[in-house]
């Protein structure tokens, strides 16, 4: 997969919402003003592409184009560890759990010209559980994928690290997303245990929310098909396994409070990236089944079952 965004000032573009940014078909030959809000990322999925052009109308200003090719990579062979788990998540059958080095994460790319953390490790009690997608067709090499949303949103935007806690592919297996210094598990700060409020590293995936507030992303553009069932099978038994180790009812009407800052919002625990910000995700297709998902993380925790009529 290829693609570029055009970050514009003003002037015309051609535009569709999106999670990662805005799509655009391609060749772009329509335009539409952009004037809500200029400021914006644009995204264009491109298979096998070996260049691009990019024209500009007149007004258009300050264009910055950003090429992500996630079909090269460095060799997997040199990774020892491909996979590790989390207590209580017990993965589907033929499914695996990838660390980063499992997916081939490029470590320096969390590390400034002198060495410092882009994104310094900051860790709080888990409120909240929100889901994505990422918006863009998936390639064959899932790893690959995740290679370059990682060097997109720590190097392209400037986040320093992957958004999201943990990513699913359409295979339903897992991969580690954000960095948490943790060798054995991801997300926490230290080794997790039950019942001890475990403290979950930031991430950034929703902007102004997301201390406490775990994101899990699947892999793939939802905006006219579901999800494939075997991610959704791992996207239910992951969350159980994270409101279980959290001490999270996933249906509970909270009022989160961000750690950082003490901004609060009313959600509920369990949510979709749209229910917190003006976006699509986790896509228009998937969004309005969302409640069935969370009814069966629901009816998997103890003392829990499932509503009646789903």
């Keep these: 997969m290829h693609l570029w965004t055009a970050r514009v000032q003003s002037g015309f573009i051609t ?3 999106l999670a990662l940014g805005k ?7 329509a335009a539409t003003v952009c004037q809500t809000n200029p400021r914006q990322n644009y995204c264009v999925p491109r298979r096998n592409s070996t260049g691009f052009q990019l024209d500009l109308p007149n007004g258009v200003s300050d264009a910055q184009v950003v090429t992500i090719n996630t079909t090269a ?4 062979s040199r990774f020892a560890v491909p996979y590790t788990t989390l207590p209580g998540y017990h993965k589907p059958a033929g499914t ?4 980063r080095a499992g997916w081939g994460a490029d470590e320096s790319l969390r590390f400034g010209a002198n060495g410092e953390n882009l994104f310094a490790d900051e ?11 990422t918006a863009l067709s998936v390639d064959e090499d899932r790893k690959a994928a995740v290679r370059g949303i990682y060097r997109y949103q720590a190097v392209d935007e400037q986040f320093g690290d992957i958004g999201y806690h943990l990513l699913i592919d359409p295979e339903g297996n897992l991969y580690e997303g954000r960095h948490s210094g943790e060798e054995l598990f991801p997300i926490f700060d230290g080794v997790p245990i039950r019942g001890f409020n475990p403290k979950a590293v930031t991430a950034a995936h929703v902007q102004g929310f997301n201390s406490g507030n775990l994101g899990i992303c699947l892999l793939g553009d939802f ?5 494939t069932a075997a991610a959704q099978e791992t996207l239910v038994r992951i969350l159980t396994a994270l409101c279980r180790l959290c001490s999270i009812d996933p249906t509970a009407n909270i009022t989160y409070v961000n750690p950082a800052n003490g901004t609060t919002r009313a959600a509920i625990a369990l949510q979709r990236h749209r229910d917190w910000a003006a976006t699509e995700c986790p896509g228009n297709t998937f969004a309005p089944n969302f409640d069935h998902i969370r009814d069966r993380v629901a009816a998997a925790l103890p003392g829990r079952r499932i509503k009646s009529g789903l």
């Design 15 to 17: 535009k569709t919402a």
């Design 23 to 29: 799509r655009c078909t391609f060749p772009t030959t």
């Design 73 to 76: 990579g460095p060799s997997q």
């Design 96 to 99: 695996k759990f990838y660390t």
């Design 123 to 133: 860790f709080y009690p888990v409120q909240a559980l929100t889901v994505h997608h």
């Design 223 to 227: 905006t006219n098909v579901n999800p």
